[in-house]
């Protein structure tokens, strides 16, 4: 069974490009969460979707920032006009339905570095 | 907000000694739940304790919650090498929306 895969594991770009984080989860989960860590830090609640559904966008920013999941293909997290703020590593995470008491399934993440 | 703060930050041991570690939050929450962290890897889920539970066991780790502090440790008995990671406790409230409030972490470093 393959896990949460993400893809790429690394990204680089300069400010002002735009950041494609694709993450395909595992098989059988309709569910999918984003995170995002910065250095010795924890890991902060982006955003969770449904299929083609966004759920909770609660810790979302406000501006460039958006994530979808389409009915068919991955979960994207996308960052527009990148700045230096933005470097971190973005994690996601998957459930195969929502319930109290499901834990999360997480892949290794994509770390991104804005130049 | 809430929000899980672990105490210590860092920890170094001795093989084959226990580790503790601590998890305190701030509001009410369904269920508590430990993950660990490898450098430059994703999180591996641990254990999972529900609110209307004490404590729990799996394997080597033990699981204490008291809702009353609202608090709960992580207990690594007889540690291995292969048990230095980064570990973090995180919450799910009660509004049902799956989203998890992770702490801050503590670095645990087991000596051979």
């Known amino acids: 069974n393959a896990g949460v895969m993400q893809n790429p594991r690394h990204l680089v770009r300069r400010r002002g490009q735009e950041a494609r984080l694709r993450c395909s989860p595992m098989?059988?989960?309709?569910?999918v969460y984003w995170y995002r860590q910065l250095p010795e830090e924890g890991l902060k609640f982006m955003v969770y979707?449904?299929?083609?559904?966004?759920?909770?966008e609660s810790g979302m920013p406000k501006e460039r920032f958006s994530a979808e999941f389409p009915k068919e293909g991955p979960s994207i997290l996308r960052i527009q006009q990148v700045v230096r703020g933005d470097s971190a590593a973005y994690f996601c995470?998957?459930?195969?339905?929502?319930?109290?008491?499901?834990?999360?399934?997480f892949g290794d993440g994509t770390r991104l570095s804005i130049l | 907000s809430q929000q899980g703060e672990e105490d210590p930050q860092a920890l170094s041991i001795q093989e084959g000694e226990n580790a503790t570690m601590n998890c305190s939050y701030k509001t009410s929450i369904n269920n508590l739940q430990w993950y660990r962290q490898n450098s430059g890897r994703g999180l591996v889920h641990l254990i999972l304790?529900?609110?209307?539970?004490r404590e729990k066991h799996s394997g080597r780790l033990r699981v204490t919650l008291d809702t009353s502090k609202k608090s709960s440790s992580l207990l690594i008995t007889a540690s291995r090498a292969a048990d230095t990671a980064s570990y973090f406790c995180?919450?799910?409230?009660?509004?049902?929306?799956?989203?998890?409030?992770f702490g801050q972490g503590t670095t645990l470093q087991v000596k051979p």
């Open positions: 995470a998957s459930s195969p339905y929502r319930d109290n008491d499901q834990p999360q399934h």
């Open positions: 098989k059988g989960h309709s569910h």
């Open positions: 304790i529900r609110s209307n539970e």
């Open positions: 995180a919450t799910e409230g009660s509004s049902n929306t799956g989203k998890l409030i």
């Open positions: 979707l449904q299929k083609e559904n966004i759920i909770d």
